[in-house]
């Protein structure tokens, strides 16, 4: 088969898609295919002629972040008539707009923590929330840009004059306690993963999600079953609900003096190195990376 792997792209999170991309084009070698990575750059106009050049009968999209995970490159690829992994158009905008996510969440019944979508004037003038509580990017990932203020703490204000990420901000309720993931692959969620961030991060941030030694995974998370049968419960109608399409990860916060377990945010392009959460967790499953890598397209193409 012939696969385009879409790699790079002009996100903050461009290294981790390389990273991905190079994983994924090596892998599906491995698993047969005639591969073309194609490193996606400013210009769409080379990029789309990269494609026509490639002639693929699929794309892996190998892409994080704005443009690449948000429903603009899935637009590109459903213009030229190309099959792709991962979401579609609709689904990957929404999932992309934390605000949006939020409500569709909520309207299925899902929990998420209390907050709401701010201006940055209104959060330079005041909380927005009673501390602590957490500030993020509408529309990043990998935790680009998210702040948590705590009781006591004077950055609001400093942190909405410096704030780069447009003109609003998401706002939610800071829950104490364990982060934990749980990834699925097309109608199956497939493990809860219990992310123990090093000492020494201040939360699960960007560096603790790709510094060596930032962070642990622990697969199968230690959990009462009732809370992993919960969890991938929560994960699978979150997938559902945001009409997500191949594999998806979903992010919790479980507090466990309140049994308190909330949906942070639905990652419709999960990390793809063969050591990130997802194929992690296929691996705990009997999915090795590359036949991971191979389900991937040849699900695409059976939409």
């Known amino acids: 088969m012939k696969v385009a792997v879409l790699l790079g792209g002009i996100s903050s999170e461009r290294p981790v898609s390389l990273v991905s991309g190079e994983a994924a084009v090596e892998a599906l070698r491995e698993k047969g295919h005639d591969v073309t990575p194609i490193d996606v750059g400013p210009d769409i106009a080379t990029t789309i002629a990269s494609l026509k050049a490639a002639k693929p009968d699929v794309v892996f999209n190998a892409l994080h972040g704005p443009r690449g995970e948000d429903g603009a490159i899935q637009g590109v690829l459903e213009w030229l008539d190309l099959p792709y992994t991962h979401s579609g158009i609709r689904a990957s905008a929404v999932a992309m707009d934390k605000g949006a996510t939020r409500i569709l969440l909520a309207a299925a019944g899902l929990p998420v923590a209390q907050g709401r979508v701010v201006t940055v004037d209104e959060l330079a003038e005041t909380d927005p929330l009673p501390t602590p509580y957490v500030i993020k990017p509408v529309a990043e990932g990998s935790s680009v840009g998210v702040e948590i203020v705590r009781t006591g703490d004077n950055r609001r204000a400093e942190i909405a004059r410096s704030w780069r990420f447009g003109k609003e901000a998401l706002v939610e309720s800071f829950i104490p306690g364990r982060e934990l993931t749980a990834g699925v692959m097309g109608d199956r969620a497939l493990a809860v993963t219990d992310i123990l961030p090093s000492e020494t991060a201040a939360f699960y941030d960007f560096e603790a999600k790709y510094k060596a030694g930032g962070s642990r995974h622990v697969v199968p998370a230690e959990l009462p079953q009732a809370v992993t049968d919960r969890a991938l419960d929560y ?22 003096d ?28 009997g999915i090795s990376y590359p036949e991971l890598c191979d389900w991937m397209v040849r699900e695409a193409l059976t939409r």
């Open 258 to 285: 309140t049994d308190t377990l909330v949906i942070l945010e639905v990652n419709t392009q999960p990390g793809m190195t063969p050591t990130s959460l997802l194929p992690e967790q296929a691996a705990y499953r």
């Open 235 to 256: 994960a699978l109608r979150a997938h559902q609900t945001l009409g997500c399409e191949g594999a998806s990860r979903t992010d919790f916060r479980y507090d466990e």
